[in-house]
């Protein structure tokens, strides 16, 4: 008989283990689907959450209820060190995400995230899509250049953000340029605030050639060794994450401004954290790299105030 594997999530500071049956689906141990997912996304205190308080209840529970899927299914490979194992949680989840297009999910997130996708007509292609970029993880933890990089990025962070587009309001194509765009931004810098961490779990996001170009060995990375050469590298990764940002402001659709604002918001904050690692020097290694909740609050009210007095 087969172990039975676990995803795991946090609720309330604790972790909560939602095991799977033996026939490979989850069962559920909360009975209030919104509720576990408003507190799992409260309780995270991400930049996440704070790009969303000002949303319309409807749509911010629905994306409340993007992101547990989001951070769920991203524990899959977080929380597990097992590929083994890892390969069956993230199976459990494609059939769960099958479920939910079926009317049946199990989990309660899952179950909360069907709610969503009838509501607001979400395809199922971007879901499973972010799956693919979870798989990713499983199967691969080196690029050799950003070309083989940036299908990885689409995954976890572009499709996220087009399905938040539909969440806002927008239409198909309206704004597609501008979410493809934010969400490289975003996670080109995640990938640099998280490039210790990410190190530590085995993976590396630096392109093999850029490190090379720039005389920075995978040995030093993993030995979170700064130097002048780490500087270098990561100017030019924060370079790429600027420009991804302007591209996205080139493509901002004005008309839909007041729909955008809980994605300005999103990426208003980003560039706030692009900023405070480069008034760092890059130094990554020396503690965690956040942007304060009172500045995150301001930059909320300015792009409130901007969408709705432009």
Known sequence: MRAVPRVRSLVAGKAVA?????????????R???RHVSALT???????????????RPQREAIFAVYAF?????????????????????????????????????????????????NFRLPRESFEEILNGIEMDIVKNRYETFEDLRPYCYR???????ICLRVFGCRADEADDYGVNLGLALQLTNIMRDVRADAERGRIYLPRAE???????????????????????????????REYFNR??????????????????MGGIYRRLLWTIEARHYNVFDGPVRVPASRKAWIALSCWARAHFP
């Open 70 to 118: 989001c951070r769920s299914v991203d524990d899959v490979v977080d929380m597990e060190a097992n590929p083994v194992i890892q390969r069956q949680n993230l199976m459990a989840w494609k059939e769960e995400v099958a479920r939910c297009f079926d009317g049946t999910p199990d989990h309660p997130v899952a179950h909360r995230l069907a709610e969503v996708i009838k």
């Open 42 to 56: 409260r309780r995270s205190r991400s930049n996440f959450y704070y790009s969303f308080l000002l949303l319309p």
């Open 32 to 34: 209030n689907a919104a």
């Open 156 to 162: 976890v962070a572009s499709v996220v953000g087009l």
């Open 211 to 241: 490190m090379a170009r720039f005389g920075y060995p995978e040995e030093d990375l993993l030995a979170s060794r700064y130097t002048p050469a780490f500087v270098a590298l990561m100017t030019h990764q924060a370079a790429r994450a």
């Open 248 to 265: 996205a402001q080139a493509a901002f659709p004005r008309a839909a401004r007041r729909r955008l604002m809980a994605a300005e918001i």
């Open 18 to 30: 939602v095991q799977f049956s033996s026939a490979g689906r989850l069962n559920a141990g909360w």
